[in-house]
T-cell receptor, first 109, second 113 residues
Framework: LAKTTQPISMDSYEGQEVNITCSHN???????ITWYQQFPSQGPRFIIQ???TKVTNEVASLFIPADRKSSTLSLPRVSLSDTAVYYC??????????FGAGTRLFVKA | DAGITQSPRYKITETGRQVTLMCHQT?????MFWYRQDLGHGLRLIYY???????DKGEVPDGYVVSRSKTENFPLTLESATRSQTSVYFC????????????FGNGTRLTVT
């Protein structure tokens, strides 16, 4: 699986847009990019996945440039409840799913 | 998710005891995983399984044993618990379809005294 690099932590204020960038320089042709969110005392939950360009759902948007060597998770108008750890994973097939350290997002009032 | 349940939710055991953490999923997912998460850290893969009777080691398998006699169950056993195994343990499952996401249980908080 491709190794990913993302910031260890980020701070934001309520109502702001938050962008978390993940680098994955050795992404393979078949690899998808998947983001998970983890709240304290809970297991991670899937929030969005993409292969190229832009993907949007009710929770977030995912921007992937043409070279696919990075991706950006965008959270619009964050609230206090968006305080969580966000994990970027890259992998197409296979099942040995390894998590990185994630990005700890802290949203302030 | 209601489809994957872990038990017990909390467990305190003594050093040297054997303890088994249970994981049950109702989706008939082929793949199942065990992760541990230490305070303030990310998830580390302990063991994973591609199907019944097929298991393999992850990043940190030492001190743990798994079995998968049925597709829906994936118990994790600590044969002789140590204090370093105090952690939160998460079970997860996913379908065989490529790029399908992981679905996690709510975790078991294990304390070894």
């Amino acid at each position: 699986l491709a190794k990913t690099t993302q910031p260890i932590s980020m701070d934001s204020y309520e109502g702001q847009e938050v962008n978390i960038t993940c680098s994955h320089n050795n992404i393979a042709t078949n690899d998808y990019i998947t983001w998970y969110q983890q709240f304290p005392s809970q297991g991670p939950r899937f929030i969005i996945q993409g292969y190229k360009t832009k993907v949007t759902n009710e929770v977030a948007s995912l921007f992937i440039p043409a070279d696919r060597k990075s991706s950006t998770l965008s959270l619009p108008r964050v609230s206090l409840s968006d305080t969580a750890v966000y994990y970027c994973l890259v992998g197409g097939e296979g099942f040995k799913t390894i998590f990185g350290a994630g990005t700890r997002l802290f949203v302030k009032a | 998710d209601a489809g994957i349940t872990q038990s017990p939710r909390y467990k305190i055991t003594e050093t040297g005891r054997q303890v088994t953490l249970m994981c049950h999923q109702t989706w008939s997912h082929s793949y199942m995983f065990w992760y541990r998460q230490d305070l303030g850290h990310g998830l580390r893969l302990i063991y994973y399984s591609a199907a019944a009777d097929i298991t393999d080691k992850g990043e940190v398998p030492d001190g743990y044993v798994v079995s998968r006699s049925k597709t829906e169950n994936f118990p994790l056993t600590l044969e002789s618990a140590t204090r370093s195994q105090t952690s939160v343990y998460f079970c997860a499952s996913k379908s065989r379809q490529d790029n399908s996401p992981l679905h996690f249980g709510n975790g078991t908080r294990l304390t070894v005294t």
